[in-house]
């Protein structure tokens, strides 16, 4: 056995690695599992195998480093089954042990073909095309993506999606890296997909030996601090003629990948953009579907449905709410004086400020023409007039200024509380709506 300073690990951090890597591990020594985790207990049924765990150690006695490699098993069904693992030599509780990723189990079968692998990769994609329009955080998605990535490249170790922010990539899933990679901010210029492609980010790079390069970011990898991947493949990924994104797959291996790994990461990459366009252009329909497009403020349609909701929450908990109406003053007078572009600025302006001056668990959203319409749950009631009143004189003192002329802004309100002034949105609209004229009424006295 080499004798260089082993990796000292713990049950603790044993623990915290099936969070970090997407396949199944276990330790064992000379004679037996010290640790296994429950996805790899399942696969790996002592009633199916006999495993020599001395033989088995032998195989990885001088993996200072991590090493690939693919087992051959007979079962007790007398059937050959196919394994590949990453092996690594650590020290746990004193001993030398090895540290054994399961990446893939698979029984052998005879005559597997590209035609077998398409089929794969085409049942992997539509998994993603089937489940991407159901999720709503786009870190699940692409998390999603990614994992589902890698099983099709069953070379990768780890992976990552980075998403490109003006002139820099930000990661927005990772599988396999330590949380260092969180902090990476890498210039586009300086990723490998830019650099082999001559700037022309327009087809997969596979890269080889990385740590030649001199442009390496070296990010935690689960194989230990100072173990780094030595191969990529890179694809872009595009939405609507842009560039979007990119997805590195990567293994712990040089020279990891081949001609085929190419051709199946063209058809992922291609599959993936598809099904990015699709979701972004789903969310932007369900978005259509929930905002007024002038105002960026809730639709009408939206705050009915949070009003029934909201009302059967205060059944159930014995809450309170308040609701608002808010009228612009002489939207009329504007549009007639100034035209209807500036009466759409007043209506702008008054929206923006009444929604950065209200909380976020707040619902405001523009109920028809020059009106806008407010839900505030277990708000003090006294403490929320003495807001609105401040909002109100905010607006009135801050006019839109042209180099023409100072265009007034202004509204008026009126509140009304569940249950005390009702229990239907007619009757706490109808209150609401008689507070809001007695406001404006007053405001004209003065």
Request: aromatic residues 12%; hydrophobic residues 40%; negative net charge.
């Amino acid at each position: 056995m080499i004798n260089q300073e082993l990796r000292i690990i713990d049950k603790e951090w044993l623990k915290e690695l099936r969070t970090m890597v997407p396949f199944g591990f276990f330790l064992f020594d000379k004679q037996t599992v010290l640790f296994i985790d429950e996805h790899t207990k399942s696969i790996l049924d002592p009633q199916l195998f006999d495993i020599n765990y001395a033989f088995l150690f032998e195989q990885f006695k001088d993996a200072i480093q991590p090493l690939t490699k693919n087992l051959g098993l007979i079962g007790s069904d007398l059937k050959k089954y196919n394994i590949d693992v990453i092996g690594q030599l650590v020290r746990f509780e004193d001993r030398v042990t090895v540290l054994l990723y399961v990446k893939d189990f698979k029984r052998e079968l005879s005559g597997e073909n590209d035609l077998k692998r398409l089929s794969k990769l085409r049942d992997l994609m539509l998994d993603i095309n089937q489940s991407i329009l159901h999720i709503e955080d786009i870190q699940k998605t692409f998390y999603l993506i990614l994992e589902n990535a890698m099983r099709a490249i069953e070379k990768s170790n780890l992976g990552s999606i980075f998403i490109l922010n003006g002139d820099i990539f930000d990661v927005i899933s990772y599988i396999g890296f330590g949380k260092d990679i969180e902090a990476l901010k890498l210039p586009l210029v300086d990723s490998f997909l830019y650099r082999n492609s001559n700037g022309m980010m327009d087809r997969i790079t596979n890269i080889s030996s990385i740590e030649t390069d001199d442009h390496f970011y070296p990010v935690t990898t689960f194989a230990g601090d100072r173990v780094y991947i030595k191969s990529e493949l890179s694809a872009p990924i595009y939405v609507n003629g842009n560039l979007y994104a990119m997805i590195n797959l990567d293994s712990l291996e040089e020279n990891a990948f081949d001609e085929s790994d190419i051709a199946s990461m063209e058809f992922v990459s291609t599959n993936i953009q598809i099904a990015i366009s699709n979701q972004l252009l789903y969310q932007e329909k369900s978005r259509m579907a929930m905002f007024d497009s002038l105002t960026q403020l809730y639709n009408r349609h939206y705050f009915n449905e949070q009003f029934e909701q909201m009302i059967q929450k205060a059944k159930r908990t014995h809450d309170h709410f308040v609701i608002a109406l808010f009228d612009v003053d002489d939207l009329k007078t504007t549009n007639d004086i100034y035209g209807h572009v500036m009466g759409d600025k007043v209506l702008q302006k008054v929206a923006s400020d009444l929604l950065e001056k209200t909380r976020r668990s707040d619902v405001v959203a523009r109920y028809g023409g020059d009106e806008f319409v407010g839900l505030f749950f277990n708000a003090d009631y006294i403490l929320l007039q003495n807001k609105l009143n401040e909002i109100q004189e905010e607006v009135k003192q801050t006019p839109i200024k042209t180099n023409e002329a100072i265009i007034p802004c202004s509204f008026s309100f009126g509140t009304a509380c569940y249950p005390y002034d009702g229990n239907t949105m007619a009757e706490l609209l109808e209150v609401a709506d008689q507070a809001m004229y007695t406001n404006k009424r007053d405001k004209q006295l003065i």
